[in-house]
């Protein structure tokens, strides 16, 4: 049940009004302090536009705009005639590709929905990157990955058919990724992992299966998975993933243990 306190907290801040950074701006960045410090829990209402204009002392056109701010960072979600709550926290998880899924104990497999597999003609820079001989075929599968039934990434996977051969198997096109299915049981240890990201827009194809317009903007992040061998890292597959850009942010870790990399940071869906 939603808490309300009927007041701003106390020690809120203020705002610079000598500052180059707008006022809404500003509001934006306190109560998202309030919020990402747990002064303001999920679920809790927040003060009325009127309140938060007082105490601030701007008008009702800044209280918006700072709010619209939050609600599109999925920190916020406005009711129509109940008011502005706090939103569940995002949730993150390994950027990547398929063999990500595959090798993360508590990955959703339900989450990951086969949308194609094949072995077609591949251009050359995804042969190369996987190492692949000439003539030898190359496994591609596409899945679509959702959380909390919100469409979020669509990942076009590349592996060497020989190297995947069990997977091949396993899946199933308009079927979910099976559960049980682990890169471990096949003797697959995941190693390091090279990225690039770069902005793009969406086609019709993913638009279609993330329900939003043609041309949404969205992350497209290039990757290749390598897995550990007894003669060192070989490339295991090499993935295009594209991320909603209206619901998901990365995140980059630069620890140096094994856990450290890019992440995928997720927000409720509208």
Do not use: N
Not at 2 to 18: C, F, N, V, Y
């Amino acid at each position: 049940m939603a808490r309300w306190s009927g007041k701003i907290p106390a020690g809120a801040g203020a705002l610079d009004r000598t500052s180059f950074v707008p006022l809404y701006y500003q509001l934006q960045e306190l109560l998202k302090q309030h919020i990402e410090s747990g002064t303001w829990r999920p679920g809790d209402v927040l003060p009325s536009e009127p309140e938060l204009a007082r105490h601030f002392g701007v008008s009702r056109v800044v209280v918006r705009q700072a709010l619209a701010i939050l609600e599109d960072d999925r920190q916020i979600r406005r009711v129509r005639g109940r008011g502005t709550f706090v939103a569940p926290p995002k949730r993150a998880s390994r950027a990547g590709g398929l063999s990500r899924q595959l090798g993360s104990p508590e990955a959703a497999h339900g989450g990951v929905l086969i949308l194609d597999v094949g072995v077609p003609v591949v251009e050359r820079s995804i042969r190369e990157r996987l190492d692949a001989a000439a003539g030898e075929d190359v496994l591609r599968v596409t899945s679509l990955l959702t959380l909390d039934e919100t469409a979020l990434a669509i990942a076009y996977s590349f592996f060497r058919r020989a190297d995947a051969s069990w997977l091949e198997e396993r899946l199933h096109v308009g079927r979910h990724l099976p559960e049980g299915l682990s890169l471990a049981d096949h003797g697959v240890v995941l190693g390091r992992s090279q990225m690039s990201i770069e902005t793009s827009q969406c086609g019709q194809f993913e638009a279609d299966r993330f329900g939003v317009p043609h041309r949404t903007p969205v992350f497209l992040v290039l990757c290749t998975e390598y897995r550990t061998t007894a003669s060192g890292d070989r490339p295991f597959e090499v993935a295009r993933v594209e991320y909603r850009g209206d619901v998901v942010q990365l995140r980059l870790d630069t620890g140096t243990d094994r856990g450290s990399g890019l992440e995928a940071v997720v927000g409720p869906g509208r």
